[in-house]
């Protein structure tokens, strides 16, 4: 007799993120050396007290170094990308039912922040990661009146310095 798979979906009873991301899993392992808090004081300058609420900042931060990572250069493109992928969930400390900010959120927030902000942040938390002096190992150039990001750098290049 011929089988057939039928599919119902299910709400999840008991799901953690956590116990389905491998340990050797590279946004997992970022995830456990790479600590953005200091952002919040490096930028407190660029917001107000009232207001709406923006996007975390290290959120933000993380989703751009997806970008870099995943050589995404469209805000669009990387919150379709993020969207699918567990893995990166976990990393930005998202659950799995919670919805990822808009690609206008993320372009906006991008326009907030100057050049040497960007350069600052990515050559410090490269440079953590690598332990190498980051202008060697990495070259970010940020087109700001684009919104378009380029790297010199591979996905595996930066997997084999973890």
């Known amino acids: 007799m011929q089988g057939k798979k039928d599919y119902q979906e299910k709400p999840f009873s008991h799901f953690q ?4 991301i ?11 050396v790479l ?23 290290v959120v933000f931060f993380k989703l751009c170094l ?6 995404l250069i469209s805000d669009l493109k990387l919150i379709a990308h993020c969207s699918m992928r567990l893995d990166i969930f976990y990393f ?19 326009q907030l922040f ?3 902000v960007f350069e600052e942040v990515f050559t410090m938390d490269l440079l953590y990661l ?9 070259v970010i150039k940020i087109n700001f009146e684009k919104c378009q990001e380029k790297k010199e750098i591979t996905l595996q290049s ?3 310095k973890l």
């Open 130 to 138: 690598t332990g190498h002096r980051v202008k060697s190992v990495l």
């Open 17 to 20: 993120l956590s116990e389905r």
């Open 158 to 160: 930066l997997r084999k």
């Open 35 to 57: 600590n953005l808090n200091f952002l919040y004081k490096q930028t407190k300058d660029y917001y107000v007290e009232s207001g709406q609420k923006s996007i975390d900042l």
């Open 22 to 32: 491998p340990k050797n899993n590279f946004y997992r392992r970022l995830k456990g």
């Open 114 to 116: 100057s050049e040497s």
């Open 92 to 110: 930005i400390r998202y659950d799995i039912d919670e919805e990822l900010p808009w690609h206008c959120t993320i372009n906006r927030t991008r």
């Open 66 to 71: 997806v970008g870099y990572l995943e050589n």
